[in-house]
Every structure is written in structure tokens, then in C-alpha cells.
């Protein structure tokens, strides 16, 4: 195997050929579908007229070229593993091919194959290619008209992108169906499904009057759990329209549930395709959590109708330009829709988690990389979620009208274009009259900023002396780095009246809660008639991507906790605190000193526990301890036993110390009212399973009865979730066994029950999961060439941290195993599952050694792109 090589944006050119028309046949059969394409094609009027055509097609085989309908001699073209190349072309032709291609075979889930009987195509970013030969590049975009040819019985229902414009009998028990969709498009927003599918129906009138069809496709048996994924699509469509101004553009819009998908969703023209655990919902199968991340997927597809679709990518390497904006556009319809507080809390702990890691480690890389070798590997939480971070900063510099003018002249502009960062950025400081050079950075720059702050009051001159310091650290391949523009939001609280002080800087009056600017290495802002001492409200609601240092004392954070008038802020004082008390416990457990509470954690819980509540969910959120993962993130070396011993003492020092008050907030919150999504509803659950798991810690003996009586209750899955995941992470192996066995038993048909099932019992910390996780993987209901099953079993051991970390390395071990074998079958997952092993050096020695020798082993394998990329990363 040659060794694969690197893309870069650098090397970019426009396309020499572009298609404008793109007819397609399918004759659909597991073992030998045949494929027909006749491509209208057109030379670039600036390209070289002697310019070859190429067009990419991989595990292929072909039966036939014609260009213009004549075969074209085997002399004239070149045929390679990555594709074609045909050295003279006329301005203007016809290029017609036939290939066959095995479906059944296809374990990569990539170009087109079969899932559960059905088949299904994913052609972002370069699957199409393994459909057709094709010049796969979003840059080229045609329209398309589509046949789709399958066995009547086997496969009653075929469709595609657009509208349905022709169908019939064919012989041999055959059927077809012809669809046409009149927008241009890039080949990776193609889609065809064919399969024995039952659909729900409903309809949506646009602003304009326009009647449009929307159907959710479902194996029968689902029928009953689409109406969440429904409902929410209703509210996406009229929030992007009430929002953005953006409606929509076919007659139909259609939802696809398959079970074996690499990612969540795919936003293909008029036909999204969902992995089932993304649209699938019903309160006895389905936790809050499951409702509001199905609500936010089917909104995220639908909004890359405009973001995404009617405008694309020029190339991959713009790819944060349609998901960073639609992240964004997502999280605001799910703030709007639910409680905006929990949602920016839940998005800001897992994205400081999680991205945070992304940057720590070798696979560090800017929201605009510069080159990659597999761009699978790039569908990342920098290009994602930091995306949506710099989108958002971008709508707070500039105003949100601003925004908004930017966002119309944005789709106005280059409606039905392939553009770039640069386009989008430069309508926004086109409408808002700002300059976002300074800004731009944020594209270009890996890694997360770092900003040292600390204050001072001046009590003779009234004067707040604020000085940000900021600092980004050395990324692989950028070791220089250059100041950032940071909005910070803030306020300044006095610390005796407890108000929000009236903010004078520079002899302008910026109310109570305003944004800085900082463009320097190091800025002091002063604000003067400042007339009592304040406690600083630094980075409110997480004004920037960044991490904020400031040296907070016990006190700051509790006065905080209560006082600040950004709810966002007073989790992060809860968070803050917390931290505090966790690192004198990591550092006591390294040292071999006892263990004691600091009882300014109790006080302050004690507190939240007592006040008059206003919103459940954020209380809820604000007594949640940071995950293990998210304290790792803050350590300069990991300990991973430290960190869980630090954590459980915290866990249980506090369901000591408030028994009688989790024990009244869990009775206060329990409810016979029938399960409903709702913002109120979610939120009240949310808290009483917050303080179910205080009084689980100490395993209280009520707290178990309760726990036992809500799992055997069952009144909804988030309930039962909750109880069994406490019953079988306690150390009452006699109470889990029989949960266990009951809910397996009860769940067994039911496959996005049992990954659950997987998850809750691989995540314990208990000795015995490795042993748990290899004897699952022989379950029927386990399967390696399925994502969900991988993701449930082996994502979530990989995600226990004590077991993983195992100090005889067995854990590594095994997801090394898996990583090979996956290798073979699905390179995308083998190198998702992978990722936790690239961060070995964030570990211990011992730890290191272990990891790296893992890597090593992986590494003596044929790789596929994917992970060899990772691989390379990781051991450089
Ligand atoms: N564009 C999809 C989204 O953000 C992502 C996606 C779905 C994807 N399936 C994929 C990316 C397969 C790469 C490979 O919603
Ligand atoms: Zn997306």
C-alpha cells in the first residue's frame, strides 16, 4: 500500500470541467447494483483547452464509457484505484458510464450500502465516488435527475432528492421511480434510499403560502416514535423563517431513519438520512437528554438547507463555514425553544470538555486547517463546535441586526454558489461597516487561548484596574502565535451591596453588562466612579472560546454563586468552587494526606439547596460536580485515580453532609403527571435525579428503596435511566444483577434500548467492566459493523476512566483490538474510537508507556487512511 498523501488548501483551483446535468440509473441488487450516469459536461471558459478531465471513482468496476455516445478506445483514457482521467475532451460533451458495485459488501457505511435490509447512500465528504466516477467536489454542481430500479416486494419504496416525476412496472417482479431535483447541487448531497419503509405524513405552509409535504420514513415497527422528530422539524422550519428570514425550497421534505450510520445526520437535499438514534423518540425508550439532542439534529439538517445547501463549500477545507454557522444556528433555536441558560450551560461544559481535550492534543488543528489526509478525520469538535463558537462571537461583535443584514446578503449573494470563509466573514463586516482582519485569526489559529486576569480597586480614585494578559499555546506545526480579538462580556459586581455596578470606561457610560475588546497581548482597562469594591463578572455566558484565569478566593465565588445576575456565571462560580475543593483533594490524595471536605462547598450547596427556586434545570446543573473528564482538562498531568478519588469524596461528603435536603428536593420533584418534553418538565427531572445520585453516593438505605421503587415504576426512560444507572454503579451488586437482567430481558427487541443497556453497565466503577466488556461483544445483540453498538459498548468504555486507565494496560489493549479490527471494517469509526489513545502523553509514565506501545502495535497494520493519519499524529 503507498503511503497516503496530504491535501492543501494552498493547491486549490477551480474546477476545469464542471457538470451541469446529472442523470443517474440504479438497478438495485445486494451483490451487483448497476449504476448508469450520463454527465453533461462543460469545459471552464478559462480553463486550458488541452485540460484532461478527471473524474474520481474508487471500488468500481467499470463495464462501460461512452463520450458523446461513442465507446471511448481504452487508449484515450487512463483508469487508476482513485479514479479516471481522459486526456482529450471537446468543450462540450456527454460522458456516459456503467458500473457495478456490491452494496452487501460496503461495512464502511460510505457511498452506497445496506442497512437492516435497506439500501442507503452517505456521500459526505468523498462517498460519492464509490457510486459513480464523478468529479467529487462540492465545487461542482448539477442538477440532478434520478431512476431508481428495485424489487417491488423487497423494495416498495424508492426515492431520492427533489420530486417524484415518474414511476412504473418493470418485468421480473421489478419497479421504478424517477426523481428530479431543479437545485444545483454537489454530488455529496446526493441520496437514495430503497426499502420496505413506512412513513408518517404531515404538512407545513410556508410565510409565503407554499404547501409543503413532510414524511419521516421508518421501519414499521417505529411508526409510533416519530411524532417528537416531527414536531420539531414544524419548529425549525418556522424559527428559520421567523429568525432568518429562510424558506423552504421543494414541495417535500423527507426524514430517513437508518440504524447503521457513522455520524448522527446527513442534510442531502429534500431527503436528510438519520441515523434511527437521532430521530427515534417515545417516553418509555427515550431520556430528556435523547428528546433535546433529536430535537437540535433535525434542526441542524433542516437548517443546512440554507447553510450548507443552497450555499456550499468551495472545498473541505471550508467545511467549519457550513457546520460552525448551523451549530450556531442550532443552538440558538434549542435556546429559544427550551430553557437558554441550561442550554449554554450543558453546550459550554461539554464543549470545554471535550474541545478543550481536541486542542490539548496532537490532533490540535484550526477551524480552518491547512492540510489533512482523510477529511473524515476533520468532522471534528474544533471544526463544529469551536465553529459555532466563532460564529457567535462573530453575531455578539457586530450586533445581532447586523448579524442578520450580514446572514440576508450572505444568501442573497451566493445563493446556489461553492464559496469561503472569507465570503461569509466579509459579508458580515460588509453590513456591520467593522474590520475583521484582527479577527480572522480565529480561522487560522489552533488551540486555546489562555487569558490571565486580575484586578484591583483603587479606593482613593473609585477606579477597577481590570488587566487581561492572553497567551495561546504552541499546537503541532504552530508554534508562533499571534494576539487574538477576545469579546469579553463582564460585569462588575459590588461585593457589599451585592448590585451590579453602572460601568464607566474611558469616560464612557457602558451600563451594567458590557463587552471589552481585547487585541493586545496584554490590555489594563480602567474603570472609574466605580463607588464600591466589586467582585469582577469575567466572560459572561462564555463570550469567547477561551480559558480565564482569575484568582478567585472561596469567598469571590460563593458571594458569585448567588449574586451575579448572569445565570451562566453563577454555574461557573458553582463550577469554579468546586474546583477549588477538588484540587486540594487531588493534591491530598497524591500526597498520601487524609481526605477533608472544605465545608464552604457544603455551605454554598446548602444554600442552592434551600433558596426559592426559579429554574430546576439550572439549579440542577449548578449542583452537578465537573465530570471527571472536564477536572482532567484542567490539570497539567492526569491522574486518573486521583481525580476519581477526589471526585467520589466530594460526591459523598455532600450526600452526607445535605441527606435531609436531597431528600426533600427528590420528594418535592417526584410527579404522576403524564411524560411530557416540556422545558418545566425536563427540569424538574433533571433535579431530582441530581439529588437521587447525592443520596446514592452514601447509598443511603430510603435512597435505595426510592431508587429501586423508580425503576420499578418505570414511568418514563429517563426515570428508569436514572435509577438503573445508580442501582448498577452502587456497590450493591445483589440490587444491580436483577436490574440488569430485568431491563435487558424487557428491552431485548428493542436495539437503541439495549445500546443504553451497553453503556450503563460499562460505564461503572467497578472492577469486573473489562471483563463485562469482552463478554459483551459475544452478546447478539453486540455487532462491530455497527456504529450505534460500537459507540455503546466500546466509546463508553473507552470513556470510564478508571477502567480504561487500567495500570496493566488491558484496557488500552482492547480498544486497540477493536481499533484493528474496525480498521478493516469501518476506517471512519476505527479512527473515532481510537482518539482516546492519541492523548497519551496527558498521562503518567506508566500510563504513557502503555498507550504508546498500543499505538505502536496499531501501526504495524496495513492502515487505512484514516487511521494511519491519526496514528502518525499521535506517535510524532
Ligand atoms: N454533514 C453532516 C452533519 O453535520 C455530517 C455527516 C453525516 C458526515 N454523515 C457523515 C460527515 C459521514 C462525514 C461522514 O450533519
Ligand atoms: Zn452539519
Redesign the pocket.
Known sequence: MSKPQPVHLSDYQPPAYRVTHTELTFDLDPASTRVEARLTIERHPEAAPNAPLFLNGEQLTLESLLLDDEPLAESAYQHDDKGLTVANVPAAFTLATRVRLAPEENTAL?GLYQSSGMFCT?C??E?FRRITFYPDRPDVMAVFRVTVIGDATREPVLLANGNPVERGELEGGRHFVTWEDPHPKPAYLFALVAGDLACVEDHFTTMNGREVTLQIWVEEENLGKTDHAMASLKRAMRWDEDSYGREYDLDRFMIVAVND???????NKGLNIFNSAAVLTHPDTATDAAFQQVEGIVA??YF?NWS?NRVTCRDWFQLSLK?GF?VFRDQSFSADTNSAPVKRIQDVAFFRTAQFAEDAGPTAHSIRPEHYIEI?NF?TLTI?EKGAEVVRMLKNLVGWEAFRRGSDLYFERFDGQAVTIEDFVGCMAEASQQDLTQFMRWYHQAGTPEIDAHGEYDYVNAEYRLTLRQRTPMTPGQTHKQPLHIPVRMGLVGTKSGHDLTLTLDGEKRGKDTVIHLREAEQTFVFTDVAEAPTPSLLRNFSAPVKLHFPYSREDLAFLLTEDSDGFNRWEASQRLAMLALNDLIAAHRNGVEKVMDTRVIDAYRALLTAPVNDKAVLAEMLKLPSEACIAESQPLVDVDAIHAAREFVRQSLGFALRDEFMAVYTANVSSKAYAPTPEQIGQRSLKSVALAYLMAVEDEEAIERCQAQFDAGHNMTDVRQALTLLVHSSRDELAAPALKAFGEKWAHDSLVMDQWFSIQVSRPQEDVLERVKYLMQHPAFSLKNPNKVRALLGAFAQNRVNFHRLDGAGYALLADAVIELNRLNP?IAARLMTPLTRWRRFDDARQALMQAELERIKQEPLSANVYELVEKALA
Open positions: 460510505e452517505q459526505e465528504a462517498g450510520f457513522n455520524m448522527g445526520a446527513m442534510e441542524h439538517e443546512h450548507g457546520e448551523t473524515t468532522y463544529y471512519e
